[in-house]
């Protein structure tokens, strides 16, 4: 039988112009350059200037994807948006995307993962490429935190950045594919018992306000390494693929210390990792695939690499996935 795997056929990104710098912050908080480069790995991250949207950013992500996979609208049949700041409680952001995109075919919803976003938006659009649902998708992790971060709260404010990247992803049969590219292997995990260790304190049903983040950084912290070492050993055992097998390892942006705490763990060298965070922040959803964009179109990530994917968020949620470029 000829099965089918989702070929990654272009990536793209967008970051707003506004850049805050660690010195910037120590303006409006009490932190300084020097506390949260050594607690984050942070140095800058990028601000949405006011009226820019969630939405807005994933269109000029989109639109980047698509040009580098030679794409048009009418080429896409499925479009899903991770994120945690949509433009509106309803419609979904993902359906605006697709109306200013010309898409006019096929599926579009939002997905809510928080930080996992991307992580369980590629599985979902992988799942549902290979069952034939749809055949082309649009995978974009678009986030404006800056919405919700309390920016009286120095603890976590300066975490947080904005931005937006995209995958457009294909299903291919293996006589047209060869090489074997494409997702190899995806995994997810849950435990809603944390909840209270990383979360908004708004939603419609039960403040009717947006409110704001917040975390219990240490708690994350101990967790994080956990559920990543545990979700990646997972993938490598389903896989036969290993730390020394794989050629990148691009984890969710998070905190400099939780990435090279897992990596340790895990055995991947250090010059495996692709690193953003010190430039963009936490973009939550978006973080993964700004983080892929980069390294593809400064050349570490070519045709062939195996390239494992990690991510995660509040919930919690976590996950892997396994991708053949």
């Known amino acids: 039988?000829?099965?089918?795997?989702?070929?990654?056929?272009?990536?793209?990104?967008?970051?707003?112009?506004?850049?805050?710098?660690?010195?910037?912050?120590?303006?409006?908080?009490?932190?300084?350059?020097?506390?949260?480069?050594?607690?984050?790995?942070?140095?800058?991250?990028?601000?949405?200037?006011?009226?820019?949207?969630?939405?807005?950013?994933?269109?000029?992500?989109?639109?980047q994807a698509m040009e580098a996979a030679g794409v048009t609208a009418a080429d896409?049949?499925?479009?899903?948006?991770?994120?945690?700041?949509?433009?509106?409680?309803?419609?979904?952001?993902?359906?605006?995307?697709?109306?200013?995109?010309?898409?006019?075919?096929?599926?579009?919803?939002?997905?809510?993962?928080?930080?996992?976003?991307?992580?369980?938006?590629?599985?979902?659009?992988?799942?549902?490429?290979?069952?034939?649902?749809?055949?082309?998708?649009?995978?974009?992790?678009?986030?404006?935190?800056?919405?919700?971060?309390?920016?009286?709260?120095?603890?976590?404010?300066?975490?947080?950045?904005?931005?937006?990247?995209?995958?457009?992803?294909?299903?291919?049969?293996?006589?047209d594919n060869p090489e074997g590219r494409g997702v190899v292997s995806c995994h997810l995990r849950s435990d809603g018992r944390h909840k209270d260790k990383l979360y908004v304190d708004g939603g419609p049903s039960s403040t009717g306000t947006v409110g704001h983040l917040r975390m219990e950084g240490r708690e994350v912290y101990k967790f994080a390494v956990a559920a990543v070492t545990d979700v990646i050993e997972d993938a490598f055992a389903a896989t036969g693929e290993s730390a020394e097998t794989i050629d990148w390892f691009v984890p969710h942006q998070a905190n400099r210390r939780i990435i090279e705490g897992s990596a340790r763990k895990l055995g991947i060298a250090p010059e495996k990792t692709v690193l953003t965070v010190d430039r963009h922040g936490n973009t939550s959803a978006a973080s993964i695939p700004l983080a892929v964009d980069t390294a593809v179109r400064d050349g570490r990530i070519r045709e062939g690499h195996m390239v494992l994917l990690e991510a995660m968020g509040g919930g919690f949620t976590w996950g892997a996935v396994l991708v053949r470029w």
């Open 1 to 63: 039988m000829n099965s089918l795997k989702t070929v990654v056929l272009g990536t793209g990104s967008y970051l707003p112009e506004r850049v805050v710098t660690n010195d910037d912050l120590s303006k409006i908080v009490e932190t300084s350059d020097e506390w949260i480069v050594q607690r984050t790995g942070i140095r800058e991250r990028h601000i949405a200037a006011e009226g820019e949207t969630t939405g807005d950013l994933a269109v000029a992500a989109a639109m």
């Open 76 to 175: 896409i049949d499925l479009v899903i948006l991770a994120t945690s700041t949509p433009d509106n409680t309803f419609p979904s952001t993902a359906t605006q995307v697709q109306a200013r995109l010309g898409i006019t075919r096929g599926a579009a919803f939002d997905l809510q993962a928080v930080c996992s976003g991307f992580v369980y938006a590629l599985t979902t659009a992988d799942s549902m490429l290979q069952t034939g649902v749809a055949t082309r998708a649009l995978v974009i992790g678009s986030e404006t935190f800056s919405r919700i971060v309390d920016w009286t709260d120095r603890t976590t404010c300066v975490l947080f950045g904005d931005g937006a990247g995209a995958f457009v992803v294909e299903a291919r049969a293996d006589a």
